[in-house]
């Protein structure tokens, strides 16, 4: 099955950290957006990434359906709300560990 990784493009490098009450009822309903992906099982990997410099998000998403993964990403309150905007990409190659 196709993986996809999104990226979170924050509005500013410390955005994870400094959120303002606006912004954390926003990314509390782009977590909730995002819900029935992770209920199915399509979503391997979903949050905030830090580093010493910046913040940002990132899913990683098993899907045969690329345009409704797109449109998904799309209605993100996120993104409706102008607040960050997502970076799609398709894994071209890889591994996942078996449990």
Same mark, same amino acid.
Do not use: K
């Given at each position: 099955?196709? #993986? $996809? ?8 490098? +410390? $955005? ?11 990314? +509390? ?9 992770? @209920? ?5 990997? $979903?949050?905030?990434?830090? #580093? /010493?410099? !910046? ?8 899907? !045969? /359906?690329?345009?409704?993964?797109? @449109?998904?990403?799309?209605? !993100?309150?996120?993104? #409706? #709300?102008?607040?960050?905007? $997502? @970076? =799609?990409?398709? =894994? ?8």
């Amino acid at each position: 099955m196709p #993986t $996809f990784v999104l990226r979170l493009i924050a509005p500013r490098p +410390n $955005f994870a950290q400094t959120l303002t009450d606006s912004e954390q009822a926003i990314m +509390n309903s782009h977590a909730a957006h995002w819900r029935p992906y992770l @209920e199915r099982g399509d979503m391997v990997v $979903f949050g905030p990434v830090l #580093t /010493d410099e !910046d913040s940002y998000g990132i899913a990683v998403v098993e899907t !045969d /359906d690329e345009q409704a993964l797109r @449109e998904f990403a799309a209605q !993100d309150p996120v993104v #409706t #709300t102008r607040t960050a905007a $997502f @970076e =799609l990409g398709r =894994l071209a190659a890889g591994h996942v560990r078996v449990r």
